[in-house]
């Protein structure tokens, strides 16, 4: 197992990363003193694979355990789905030390965070993410959201958990689809902090998704320490060194609202975002053509789309106006320099975006 500690001085946790470890996540709990009454988020696909197992682990270090299953899609990130979980945790919490655990991927990760934040002004909550993306993104660094209609991730908080628990075991049963997401995120990580990663990626991309333990390890090991030193010199994103981890999320996250969170899943979206972030780099002068090209070729090969079908272009331009990066009117993207550097350029003329969004239009 490795530990890899994200410092925040009191908010300080550790992020698990091994391959069938759930049988050890009772006695880190113990120790952790953070409540007796597990109250876990999840949807009905991950309860039924692997509850019985996160179940059995809790009780036999003498935690209560009580399931909130939700539907395992993007909709349950929502004020209405927030709400109705904090109904029931309120019933449940009648002479109880309760905690929050978030058992799933993204979604249910973003969810339970920002229940957690929000239920009494703030409860301890642990992550267990079982996708890929999740691992190596989504889990760490405090950003609990929910969406509104108008837009992603619109309401929402920062709210550490008290520990990230990565078993690789779990991402063995996702859906090729699934995986291929979760390399969209992981080729994130290596473009905007290590070239080396990007190597890697380049000859073992076949391993990770064939789930070779090795290189899934290593993947998320490496991903979870970038995201931890970048979160912990910029917890609030008050200093523009975490912005770098929006790499490809303005124009992925337009593009998902485009279409309406529908034909895209949240990996997919971020590797056309970053396929329109490179292009807009190389229009800078700020790469060349080549590594554009290495670009699109790792992400065509690991198999994530290339090409923005069935949305148009009007309505991306105009959600990416809703980007909480931008600073009044003036937008900021988050751009690369080279493999694995990155720089924030601001007022990028509009007909540059557009040409760079065009270009993927088909």
């Known amino acids: 197992m490795h530990a890899i500690r994200l410092n925040l001085k009191k908010r300080s946790y550790n992020i698990l990363v091994g391959c069938d470890i759930l049988k ?9 003193n953070i409540g007796r009454d597990a109250y876990i988020i999840t949807n009905a696909l991950i309860r039924k694979k692997y509850g019985k197992a996160l179940e059995n682990t809790l009780k036999r270090s003498g935690f209560g355990v009580k399931f909130k299953a939700v539907p395992d899609t993007e909709k349950s990130k929502s004020i209405e789905t927030a709400a109705g979980a904090i109904k029931d945790i309120a019933f449940y919490d009648k002479k109880k030390r ?22 009494k002004r703030g409860i301890p909550y642990i992550q267990i993410p079982t996708t890929l993306l999740a691992q190596v993104d989504s889990s760490i660094g405090g950003k609990t959201a929910v969406d509104l209609s108008e837009g992603k991730n619109l309401v929402g908080a920062f709210y550490q958990p008290r520990l990230v628990f990565s078993d690789v075991k779990f991402i063995a049963t996702l859906k090729p689809r699934q995986m291929r997401s979760g390399l969209a995120e992981v080729i994130k990580y290596a473009l905007i902090k290590d070239a080396k990663l990007f190597d890697y990626l380049e000859v073992k991309y076949k391993d990770a998704l064939t789930f070779k333990k090795a290189a899934l390890t290593h993947i998320i090991g490496r991903c979870s320490s970038i995201k931890a030193g970048v979160v912990q010199q910029d917890e609030r994103e008050e200093k ?123």
């Open 98 to 119: 309760i905690f929050i655990i978030a058992f799933g991927g993204g979604v249910i990760g973003d969810l339970g965070g920002f229940v957690a934040s929000i239920y």
């Open 240 to 362: 523009g060194i975490r912005t770098i981890l929006n790499f490809g999320h303005t124009a992925g996250h337009a593009i998902e609202a485009a279409a309406k969170y529908k034909g895209y899943t949240h990996g997919e979206a971020i590797a056309l975002g970053m396929l329109v972030a490179a292009d807009m780099s190389r229009k800078l002068s700020l790469i060349n053509e080549a590594s554009v090209e290495r670009i699109e070729t790792l992400i065509q090969k690991v198999g994530l789309p290339v090409e923005i079908r069935n949305v148009k272009l009007g309505d991306i331009v105009n959600a990416h106006y809703r980007d909480k990066k931008f600073i009044g009117e003036r937008n900021r993207f988050v751009l690369i320099t080279a493999i694995g550097r990155t720089k924030i350029v601001e007022n990028i003329p509009l007909e540059i975006i557009i040409e760079s969004l065009r270009k993927r239009l088909f």
């Open 24 to 32: 050890q996540l009772g006695a880190y709990l113990t120790r952790l």
